[in-house]
């Protein structure tokens, strides 16, 4: 579905990603992990074409994004980032309505169907009840919901995901990473995550891209990625790794300097 | 569903429109010379429908050729002034920003100044036409010096601005410093603004400028709103970002710049009527645009209005009553941080 052919972006001088290929198949969940500034956030950026790399290309479908209109991606390519800014704070309908954007073109207003796929999208993530309370006077896991929602009105085949988790407690980690699986794995969306969190990647993702300075290190399932050698090659820290008892998949627990 | 519709946007314009229409009936009906109410709206109704007959000659002129010409140019400029705050706002996400946060006005003021110094201050066309001018070339050296490699960056755009507004603020200060009485007290009336200098003709200049930059701006309304939760949030919703971002700069400046060459700096109507706005109708700019620009229209017209009869035969700069209530006005929404979270 994506396929990712040796891309190298710099924003200045220095290269930020180098050499990058990958492929990501339709339904696939795929995990990038690395240390910061190994170039997780700019590789998603480039994914959605937020930024341009000098070097080589991305096939969507075996289209080059490079031809495709902006809105002609963000039909297929949906985002949900760290928080945005709210400085005159819609309601939470409103936003969601804003993923209809790229279908409406010159179009001003949204019509009947709009508004069904957005309350459908609104029915699935359970924000239905207070569609119409402001977006700044919800807690952070509700507000996380809206922008699945909004994402979800945007029709998508791709979900990007930049650290989904990182201002959540665990009860609405897995709240939300749950809900992404379902999409996942009912709808065959393909989801790509960026995350810090090496546990919930090895617990969630079919397969993972551990990056070091814009590089990629390695490349495979959980078992194959995360391992003491790999982890601490590229963190530079120690780490124990052992599995989890339930589901079986690599765990990583992290060690005090010469405390053990 | 509170939602912003097509219905819903069109309903309140014609609402608007209807309390637009009847201040400016009632600001034609008011003013030192005292023509009753009912026969000064028979003149206007009279003449409207090229009938002859009610009232003086004197009274028509009066109705016809002054006061009408002032309400409608005063509502351009106020619904002008209104929509191009609203812009600078979302574009900037700033609630502090107005129509003259990128200096376009000191380009305004010294063009204004200029004229009046080299005595085109009595020329019917001269003052306006030179001050647009001074706008104009201001926004041109600020959009030369705050884009990067043919990117808007904001905060690039918005300090070009301020430091360009700087260095003509310190050329207003020149010329001011250099000036005769008379002139003097025209350059502070400018400066404070004030629509006396503006004659019928005035409106021919300016409204082609911002009907068109109202027309350029509403047709982007719903993908300003996208932008004010940030650029990539824009372009993760498939807008066209710097395209969006230079014509909507561009048009936002025009309309500055065409308010502000008939009327001089008329404060606080930029920066308090959209907050106003949002405060009742919500943020969305689909409904925010048309709605600031009829209530910016008649919020201005009204002052103008007081400007005129509050020590009449004395006029007022129209400045000092917008000011008079912009502040109370902006204090009470300090007070009420529901509306604006991040002061």
Redesign the interface.
């Known amino acids: 579905m994506i396929e990712v052919n040796s891309i190298s972006f710099r924003y200045h001088e220095d290269w930020v990603l180098q050499d990058v290929s990958f492929r990501a198949e339709k339904g696939e969940f795929v995990g990038v992990i690395g240390p910061n500034g190994s170039g997780k956030t700019t590789l998603l950026?480039i994914l959605?074409?937020?930024l341009t790399p000098q070097k080589g290309e991305i096939l969507f479908e075996l289209v080059s994004m490079k031809r495709m209109?902006?809105?002609?991606?963000?039909?297929r390519v949906?985002?949900v980032?760290q928080e945005?800014?709210?400085?005159?704070?819609?309601?939470v309908?409103?936003t969601v309505?804003?993923?209809r954007?790229?279908y409406?073109g010159?179009l001003?207003?949204?019509n009947e169907k709009d508004?069904e796929i957005a309350k459908k999208a609104m029915e699935w993530t359970k924000i239905l009840p207070f569609?119409?309370r402001p977006m700044?006077e919800l807690s952070g896991g509700e507000r996380k919901r809206v922008f699945i929602a909004r994402a979800l009105a945007?029709e998508p085949e791709v979900i990007l995901l930049d650290e989904p988790t990182a201002s959540l407690d665990i009860q609405h980690q897995i709240d939300f990473l749950d809900l992404i699986l379902t999409l996942n794995r009912e709808r065959g969306l393909t989801i790509i995550m960026a995350s810090h969190d090496i546990n919930i990647a090895s617990e969630f993702c079919d397969r993972l891209i551990l990056l070091q300075g814009g590089r990629i290190y390695k490349m495979g399932t959980a078992e194959e990625v995360i391992t003491k050698e790999n982890i601490e090659t590229v963190y530079g820290c120690e780490v124990w790794i052992d599995q989890n008892p339930i589901s079986g998949m690599p765990r990583i627990s992290l060690l005090k300097k010469g405390g053990h | 569903m509170k939602i912003v519709t097509q219905k819903k946007v069109a309903t309140l314009s014609i609402f608007l429109s209807l309390l637009l229409i009847l201040v400016i009936l009632v600001s034609i009906t008011m003013g030192s010379v005292k023509v009753p109410p009912l026969r000064s709206i028979r003149i206007l109704f009279q003449s409207i429908f090229g009938l002859k007959g009610g009232g003086s000659e004197t009274e028509r002129a009066i109705i016809l050729s002054l006061r009408l010409p002032r309400a409608i140019l005063a509502g351009f400029v106020g619904a002008g002034l209104s929509v191009s705050g609203a812009t600078f706002q979302a574009l900037l996400r700033n609630p502090l920003a107005d129509p003259y946060i990128l200096g376009v006005s000191s380009g305004a003021a010294v063009g204004a100044i200029l004229a009046i110094l080299l005595g085109l201050g009595t020329f019917s066309f001269g003052l306006p036409l030179i001050s647009f001018l001074g706008a104009l070339l201001t926004v041109l050296v600020v959009f030369y010096f705050g884009r990067q490699d043919g990117k808007i960056h904001p905060n690039t755009l918005l300090l070009a601005g301020v430091i360009i507004g700087s260095f003509l603020s310190a050329l207003i200060m020149f010329f001011i410093s250099i000036s005769q009485k008379e002139e003097l007290r025209t350059i502070i009336f400018w400066l404070m603004g004030d629509f006396s200098f503006s004659n019928t003709r005035a409106i021919l200049i300016i409204f082609p400028y911002i009907l068109l930059g109202f027309f350029l701006l509403y047709l982007r309304s719903r993908h300003l709103n996208l932008i004010l939760s940030g650029e990539e949030n824009a372009v993760q919703l498939g807008v066209d970002v710097e395209r969006l971002k230079l014509v909507s700069y561009l048009s936002a400046s025009l309309i500055t710049a065409a308010s502000v060459s008939v009327c001089g700096l008329i404060g606080f109507v930029g920066l308090i009527i959209p907050h106003a706005v949002r405060l009742i109708f919500g943020p969305d700019h689909r409904l925010l645009i048309p709605a600031s620009a009829l209530i910016g229209a008649s919020f201005l017209i009204a002052s103008d209005t007081f400007a005129r009869t509050l020590l009449a035969p004395t006029e007022l700069p129209v400045g000092v009553i917008t000011a008079a209530f912009g502040g109370p006005f902006f204090l009470y929404l300090l007070r009420r941080r529901k509306v604006i979270k991040t002061i």
Do not use: C, N, W
């Open positions: 950026k959605y074409r937020l209109e902006r809105a002609d991606i963000a039909k949906a985002v980032a945005t800014h709210l400085l005159f704070p819609f309601s309908l409103e309505l804003m993923g954007s790229p409406l010159h001003m207003f949204e508004l569609s119409e700044d945007q």
